[in-house]
């Protein structure tokens, strides 16, 4: 579906993503967000025959988009398969697959998921409201709306979305549920939410938080976070590199807090002349789009990458 107004999906932080993932032309690498393939076709031709391109999407519709139709990836280095990245070991083990010597996850959501009306993501258009990344499994935020207390609410939209009017947008939600009409379109959520946000941020319409705090809620995104940067960790051999953008702060935040975590050794207080743990990452860095970059594709306004690479020393 190509809905008016819909905007071609832009790769964010194409070229810097890939050249700091790629440290070897002939390793293996993991495209955990494969998306519309942006950085994984550039990753492609950095690689030489013996490399090699795993590829995750829980999204049924970028598998589509990796092995149908006009974008279809023929390369035999590339394979692609409908899983989380948070449950990439299993995943990668049936590939005979234990170390790998690059790991890269993009956390936005692309645009033609924003831009299908059917996906729910979005207020720019109506329709269903959905915003499962996997549709074939979970629960969509309508049924979760049609079931969730004032409580539960406030605590979703408050603390996924940062919301400061968050118990307010709960009550409407749950008053509109209670009169017999319940929110089951993005038109509706916006509607409510209009009418119990009482001030707006310049240029922000005031559903975007709520918006975002579902869509995180009903796809664990931060829980599904933490869980692959852990398996990251094993998967990368030594001095392979982990490369993660993220979009909002909530993201952001655990990102920093692990790769800072894993960048220093710890000492046990409990056994002081213990040797320490030693450190498994060293922090390479962190950058943002330029100036060039966010006129371009305004969506890359908010991204930070972090990059970090797996130490020489085991675990």
Do not use: C
Request: charged share 25%.
């Amino acid at each position: 579906m190509n809905p008016e107004g819909a905007r071609p999906h832009t790769t964010v932080l194409l070229n810097e993503a890939v050249d700091a993932l790629v440290t070897s032309p002939d390793g293996i690498y993991v495209d955990g967000t494969y998306g519309r393939g942006g950085h994984s076709r550039l990753l492609l031709s950095r690689l030489s025959p013996k490399g090699r391109l795993v590829a995750i999407d829980r999204d049924l519709d970028a598998i589509a988009a990796a092995t149908s139709g006009e974008t279809r990836v023929t390369d035999p280095r590339f394979s692609i398969h409908h899983t989380s990245f948070a449950h990439m070991v299993p995943t990668l083990a049936a590939l005979g697959i234990d170390k790998v010597d690059g790991l890269l996850l993009d956390l936005g959501v692309s645009s033609p998921q924003i831009d299908d009306p059917e996906r729910g993501f979005s207020f720019r258009f109506d329709g269903p409201l959905d915003m499962r990344m996997d549709t074939t499994r979970g629960e969509s935020a309508a049924d979760f709306l049609s079931r969730a207390d004032v409580r539960q609410l406030t605590e979703v939209i408050r603390d996924y979305g940062e919301e400061r009017f968050a118990l307010q947008v709960a009550k409407a939600l749950v008053a509109r549920r209670e009169s017999g009409n319940p929110v089951r379109t993005t038109g509706e959520l916006s509607s409510v939410v209009a009418g119990a946000v009482k001030t707006r941020e310049a240029g922000q319409n005031p559903a975007t938080r709520t918006f975002q705090a579902l869509r995180i809620f009903v796809n664990a995104e931060l829980e599904e976070l933490e869980q692959g940067l852990s398996a990251a960790i094993d998967l990368l051999a030594p001095g392979g590199r982990l490369v993660v953008i993220s979009f909002h702060s909530l993201e952001d935040r655990i990102v920093k807090t692990f790769i800072a975590r894993e960048s220093k050794h710890v000492f046990d207080r409990r056994a002081p002349f213990a040797e320490p743990k030693a450190m498994r990452l060293n922090a390479l860095g962190r950058v943002k789009p330029g100036d060039d970059e966010v006129r371009a594709n305004p969506r890359a306004r908010s991204a930070v990458m972090r990059v970090a690479e797996r130490t020489e020393v085991a675990a």
